[in-house]
């Protein structure tokens, strides 16, 4: 089976061993639309998709959840080989199905659901520390247009936020900061949320070791890379238990 996916609308076209098209349909993607096409397999079938944005995901995971067989495509590769194979620049369904009946799909890795879990959760603890630091910026940028003093090695530690409290400012300026003082508290509390989040799954995680060396350099990843590794399982770089 090959799925052409899209953000709203997806196209299926399954094919036999001997690349006869037995049915063609499409279905919406959404739960709706995943649940209908769920109903169509079974473990025995096998389904290739392309690496769409992030359209593919919720149908991928379905499958996966079903252990349906399914592969992910790289859109790239895939063209070029169509174009080499079948003289088509265009990828769709019915290319897709041919494509893995001949076993001629270029397979991007997909890690296993609690790696992609924990890149996610990281991902999201890294863009909610750099809204905080632009924040931070925001109030150091008050602070020193306003020609305020301090002697504090840390402005927004328990100190410095008291003091940042009871400047006497402009309104305009006031109201600036307590914004800023106020989303500060309310990142600060998201931040810890989230690291709480990831220590509870990287506790619960038997076959990896989360030492805070390999923390920092899956946060560094997450920053540097898409959510598919095309060339190697993400876990290599993990310390895993003897």
């Known amino acids: 089976m090959g799925i052409d996916v899209g953000k709203t609308k997806c196209r299926v076209a399954m094919m036999d061993e001997r690349g006869a098209v037995a049915d063609e349909f499409g279905f919406d993607n959404d739960h709706e639309g995943i649940d209908d096409l769920a109903r169509t397999l079974t473990v025995d079938d096998r389904v290739v998709m392309e690496a769409t944005g992030p359209y593919w995901l919720s149908i991928y995971e379905r499958l996966d959840d079903m252990h349906v067989a399914t592969v992910l495509a790289s859109p790239s590769k895939t063209k070029a080989i169509a174009w080499a194979r079948i003289k088509s620049e265009k990828v769709d369904a019915r290319i897709l199905a041919h494509l893995l009946r001949a076993d001629l799909i270029p397979e991007s890795y997909v890690p296993p659901k609690d790696v992609r879990e924990m890149r996610e959760l990281i991902r999201h603890r890294a863009s909610l520390v750099k809204v905080r630091t632009m924040v931070k910026n925001r109030v150091h ?102």
């Open 141 to 242: 940028s008050i602070v020193d247009r306003e020609g305020m003093k301090h002697d504090f090695s840390d402005l927004f530690g328990k100190g410095g936020t008291e003091w940042l409290r009871s400047l006497e400012l402009p309104p305009m300026e006031r109201l600036m900061l307590d914004n800023h003082l106020d989303h500060l508290e309310s990142l600060d509390l998201q931040v810890e949320r989230v690291g709480d989040r990831i220590t509870e799954k990287a506790s619960m995680d038997e076959d990896v070791i989360y030492t805070p060396k390999y923390m920092s350099q899956l946060n560094r990843q997450m920053l540097a890379n898409e959510e598919i590794d095309q060339t190697s399982p993400f876990n290599k770089s993990a310390t895993h238990r003897k």
